[in-house]
């Protein structure tokens, strides 16, 4: 039986004037979708993949739209640039962000509370100055997250008030 994993992913620092989103589908029949800049901040995807348990290795099975890959080296695509659909930049690359380490310790406590999300951060620019591609390396591992925006929103309302952020997600 498969489950819904949340992901986010968390493209750091990434060149401004470029599109970045998250590949749905294969070949050629596939959209980007969650396209947006970088602005001043880093740049969030929350998306869902499937996972079942029956690999014969005992590994997760990755599945879904946004899962690209065969059972063994499976991937999520940042599409960048004219990837991303945008026009008017000179940027056409693919950034493979690996979904090898995560465990299935890390997926069972993701899924043991609601709000909790497997993370990754990735680098957003390469060392040619321009959007990162090709399989990128994460910063750091995979780990759980959790969402406190629930518990958050008062305070973060007071604190916006007084000119302060209040960071909504913290590690688990």
Known sequence: MASEVPIRLILV??????DFGIQR????????????????????????VS???????????????FVQGPASKRFVYIDVGTYA???DTQWSRRMIVPLRGITWAAIKKALSKGGRRLSARIPGTGKDGGPNCAT?????????????????????????????????????
Do not use: C, M
């Not at 050629?28 to 740049?43: A, F, I, K, M, N």
């Not at 029956?54 to 739209?65: A, E, S, T, V």
């Not at 997250?145 to 305070?155: A, C, G, S, V």
């Open 136 to 172: 990128v390396q994460l910063l750091g591992v995979w780990h759980v997250l959790e969402d406190e925006h629930n518990q958050t929103t008062d305070i973060r309302t007071k604190a916006s008030q007084r000119g302060r952020a209040v960071n909504s997600r913290r590690a688990v």
């Open 51 to 65: 996972v079942e348990e029956n690999r014969k290795d005992g590994l997760p099975n990755f599945k879904g739209p």
């Open 85 to 87: 659909g945008q026009k």
């Open 25 to 48: 589908g294969s070949g050629s029949e596939y959209e980007t979708v969650l396209v947006q800049q970088h602005r001043g901040q880093d740049l969030s995807f929350d998306f869902s």
């Open 13 to 18: 620092d990434p060149p401004p004037a470029v």
